[in-house]
């Protein structure tokens, strides 16, 4: 059983940063594809961002050019560095890789932005 496991969420003011984290707990970490995905509330479940096994990048719209996917093999982590961040950027972010037609899924972590 995959088990993943986000930290780093919090609350920041418009204009700030924050790092999210999500260890994933497998043996071949190298080689899933890795997503982040946000849900506002009242809102759809939103994919923001994609990091393949081969690094490859992408983004939504909302996310490019102020959000940053990166992985670390060694430590079955990706990370989210999200800058410039909006209050529309509020929202319980999670990870999630999908293994088999099975997406599994963080706990989430819960971002706010406000002044």
């Known amino acids: 059983q995959v088990q993943l496991v986000e930290s780093g969420g919090g609350s920041v003011q418009p204009g700030g940063s924050l790092r999210l984290s999500c260890t994933v707990s497998?043996?071949?970490?190298?080689?899933?594809?890795m997503d982040w995905y946000r849900q506002a509330p009242g809102k759809q479940r939103e994919r923001v961002a994609t990091i393949t096994n081969y690094y490859t990048t992408d983004y939504t719209d909302s996310a490019k050019g102020r959000f940053t996917i990166s992985r670390d093999n060694a430590k079955n982590t990706v990370f989210l560095q999200m800058d410039s961040l909006e209050p529309e950027d509020t929202a319980v972010y999670y990870c999630?890789?999908?293994?088999?037609?099975?997406?599994?899924w963080g706990q989430g972590t819960q971002v706010t932005v406000s002044s």
């Open positions: 497998t043996m071949v970490f190298e080689m899933y594809t």
């Open positions: 999630a890789t999908n293994l088999g037609g099975h997406l599994y």
